[in-house]
């Protein structure tokens, strides 16, 4: 059983490109979260999708950004015209149940490592 | 707002000794999640817990609800152990996944 897949774990880009940022959640999880780490800062949330929906993008910066979760396929994060200041880590975290509590764990991928020359 | 305070920042320890990282929260989260963040970027749950104690091998975790406060303890400490340490919290209500992230206590084990 796979755990959480991200790729690309390294992405580099130059401003104004597009970056696509993709998640397969375990088998099984159907909640999706994305998180982002900027340098020297804690990680902080940006969006929670489920099948075909997208539940609360509260976290997402309001332009450039989009995130989805088909019904076939992994859950994609989209960021069009790349800026420097958009260089973070992100990360996917999927769930089997609605909003991870203490009883039930939060599995995380690796990150994708996003550069933008 | 919800806030989560991690120390130390840093913590650079001998092989064998005993580790502690610390948390406090503030008002408005009711739980707390440990992650361990290897050196490749990689996150790990470590616990979930809103009351008491949990142990897992030679980890540790303790939350004091009254005082808001949550430490991560690591007996007989290995280099192996060496990663960022995070403190995430839970926000009480219904947006619980959101989590309020510490900036993490980077650990170094030296043999």
């Known amino acids: 059983n796979a755990g959480v897949m991200q790729n690309p774990r390294h992405l580099v880009r130059r401003r104004g490109q597009e970056a696509r940022l993709r998640c397969s959640p375990m088998?099984?999880?159907?909640?999706v979260y994305w998180y982002r780490q900027l340098p020297e800062e804690g990680l902080k949330f940006m969006v929670y999708l489920q099948k075909e929906n997208i539940i609360d993008e509260s976290g997402m910066p309001k332009e450039r950004f989009s995130a989805e979760f088909p019904k076939e396929g992994p859950s994609i994060l989209r960021i069009q015209q790349v800026v420097r200041g958009d260089s973070a880590a992100y990360f996917c975290?999927?769930?089997?149940?609605?909003?991870?509590?203490?009883?039930?764990?939060?599995?995380f991928g690796s990150g994708t490592q996003l550069s933008v020359l | 707002k919800n806030e989560v305070e991690q120390s130390p920042q840093n913590l650079t320890a001998q092989e064998g000794e005993f580790i502690t990282i610390n948390c406090s929260y503030s008002?408005?989260?009711?739980?707390l999640h440990w992650l361990q963040q290897h050196p490749g970027g990689g996150i790990v749950s470590l616990f979930m817990?809103?009351?008491g104690k949990k142990k897992h091998g030679r980890l540790i975790a303790t939350i004091n609800i009254q005082e808001k406060h949550s430490s991560l303890h690591i007996t007989a400490s290995h280099p192996r152990d060496s990663a960022v340490y995070i403190c995430?919290?839970?926000?009480?209500?219904?947006?619980?996944?959101?989590?309020?992230f510490g900036k993490g206590t980077l650990l170094t084990v030296n043999p």
């Open positions: 008002v408005g989260i009711s739980a």
């Open positions: 088998k099984g999880h159907s909640h």
């Open positions: 975290a999927s769930s089997r149940t609605v909003s991870p509590s203490t009883n039930e764990k939060l599995f």
């Open positions: 817990l809103s009351s």
């Open positions: 995430a919290g839970f926000n009480s209500g219904g947006s619980n996944y959101k989590l309020t």
